[in-house]
Structure formats: structure tokens, C-alpha cells
């Protein structure tokens, strides 16, 4: 098991992340083909929907990823005004551009998948607008970060945003329960099992796997990224 509290000097995580992102790389383009191949040529056109189901291959995962990504950005948030955790900012200015991809991402492909299915690209009920809301945060993020010439004001300013900005998350998960919208409910992560069929479902969980695998893979890098830049930031300073 990974020592967090050891992980926590810049340093030595930016070995630790050398050391596991040539297996990772290996690891997310062998996942990322697979799920391409199962999501393009391994599953059949859906009954209703037929070709266009395709799209939800890589809606859903980025969906799903995007929520995530804002949780790391709570939770690395709470990690630095509580504990002052000496990496939480800089993976947090590594990860917010990440998510905000994801988050684009699944706008872009729920538009281009709205069209055919609801005959519009865009309606403004609970599930796209608390969407569209999250997308915003994550800008409201970054530019956070870089709205400050102190960069640890700016990372404690990001730091309450992200915090406050997590109720948006049960928001987007449940406004299809607790509100009426055109935006289908919950289909694989149900008590009752999923209503998706096998043929659909397991290319979406490769695909799932593929993005989850490329969002780590892209923050560690990202993350690598923010300690050079402190770094550098540091000895300007001293020179």
C-alpha cells in the first residue's frame, strides 16, 4: 500500500510517479483499444437508438471522470487548509485542467447525442445545467489559481471553491430523481442491478476503465508539471 503521508513531499512523489507512469501508459493505451474496439466493432447499433448509442461510449465515462476529478479537487482542497498537505495545491493545479477536458468532453458529446434522441442540442433542465455548472467550477478553479501574484493565496481561494462547489455532485447525480428531465436516469449504477445489456454494458466499463486510467495517468503528469514549475518559481525568487 502507498504511503500518503510519504507521498506527501513533492519530491518523492514526483519519483514515485517516474516510476509508475511507464506501466501506467502501457496500461491505459492497452485498455483504452480495447474499449475502442468493443465500443466501435465488438457491440451492436442499439434497438431505438442504433448507431448514435455509440456516443454514450465515451459521454458516460468522461460524465463519470468529471464528477471524480472535482471530488480529488474537494478532497485535495480540504487537504490543504486542514492539514497543509504540501502536495494537495499542486495536484490540484495539476488536476483541474484535466477535469475541466473531461467535464467539456461530456457536454460536447451529450449535445451531439441530444440532437438525434431529443430533437435539440441543448435543454436547460436539472442534469445538463448543474453540468454545465460543474464545467464553470472548474474554470472558476483555475482561474483562481492564477488570479493572485501570492500562488498560495490563489491555491487557498481555489481551495474554498472546490469545497463549496462540491454540492453541485449529488446535484448531478440525483436532479434526474428529484426533478422532471429529459435526461435518462441511472442505468448501470443501480441497487437493482444494471439495465443496460451485457453487449452495451461491458464496452462502456472498458471504456469506463480506459478514461479512469488516462485521468490519473494525465494528472500525475500534469502534477510532475506544477512541483517543476514551483521549483523554478522558488529559485527565481532566491536569485
Known amino acids: 500500500m502507498v504511503?500518503?503521508?510519504?507521498?506527501?513531499?513533492?519530491a518523492r512523489f514526483r519519483r514515485f510517479s517516474q516510476r509508475v507512469l511507464p506501466g501506467l501508459t502501457l496500461?491505459?493505451?492497452?485498455?483504452?483499444?480495447?474499449?475502442?474496439?468493443?465500443?466501435?466493432?465488438?457491440?451492436?447499433?442499439?434497438?431505438?437508438q442504433g448507431e448514435t448509442v455509440r456516443i454514450m461510449f465515451?459521454?458516460?465515462?468522461?460524465?463519470?471522470?468529471?464528477?471524480?476529478?472535482?471530488?480529488?479537487?474537494?478532497?485535495?482542497?480540504?487537504?490543504?487548509?486542514?492539514?497543509?498537505?504540501?502536495?494537495?495545491?499542486?495536484?490540484?493545479?495539476?488536476?483541474?485542467?484535466?477535469?475541466?477536458?473531461?467535464?467539456?468532453?461530456?457536454?460536447?458529446?451529450?449535445?451531439?447525442?441530444?440532437?438525434?434522441?431529443?430533437?435539440?442540442?441543448?435543454?436547460?433542465?436539472?442534469?445538463?445545467?448543474?453540468?454545465l455548472l460543474l464545467f464553470f467550477l472548474y474554470l472558476g478553479h483555475i482561474?483562481?489559481?492564477?488570479?493572485?501574484?501570492?500562488s498560495e493565496r490563489g491555491d487557498r481561494s481555489a481551495a474554498i471553491l472546490a469545497l463549496a462547489g462540491a454540492i453541485n455532485l449529488p446535484i448531478i447525480k440525483f436532479?434526474?430523481?428529484?426533478?422532471?428531465?429529459?435526461?435518462?436516469?441511472?442505468?448501470?449504477?443501480?441497487?437493482?442491478?444494471?439495465?443496460?445489456h451485457p453487449t452495451i454494458l461491458m464496452p462502456l466499463l472498458w471504456m469506463a476503465a480506459a478514461f479512469t486510467l488516462l485521468f490519473i495517468l494525465l494528472v500525475l503528469v500534469r502534477t510532475e508539471t506544477e512541483i517543476d514549475r514551483r521549483r523554478l518559481e522558488i529559485a527565481d525568487q532566491a536569485a
Open 58 to 131: 465515451v459521454h458516460v465515462p468522461s460524465a463519470w471522470l468529471s464528477m471524480a476529478g472535482y471530488a480529488l479537487l474537494a478532497a485535495l482542497g480540504a487537504a490543504l487548509l486542514v492539514w497543509r498537505h504540501p502536495l494537495a495545491a499542486l495536484m490540484a493545479r495539476g488536476a483541474a485542467p484535466v477535469g475541466a477536458c473531461f467535464a467539456l468532453t461530456c457536454l460536447l458529446t451529450g449535445s451531439l447525442w441530444g440532437r438525434p434522441m431529443w430533437g435539440t442540442y441543448w435543454v436547460w433542465d436539472a442534469r445538463l445545467t448543474s453540468m
Open 3 to 10: 504511503d500518503l503521508h510519504f507521498l506527501a513531499n513533492p
Open 143 to 150: 482561474a483562481l489559481t492564477h488570479a493572485f501574484d501570492d
Open 175 to 196: 436532479s434526474v430523481d428529484w426533478w422532471n428531465t429529459l435526461h435518462q436516469p441511472a442505468s448501470v449504477a443501480k441497487l437493482s442491478g444494471p439495465a443496460i
Open 27 to 48: 496500461a491505459t493505451v492497452l485498455c483504452l483499444g480495447i474499449g475502442l474496439y468493443l465500443a466501435l466493432l465488438g457491440s451492436p447499433p442499439d434497438y431505438q
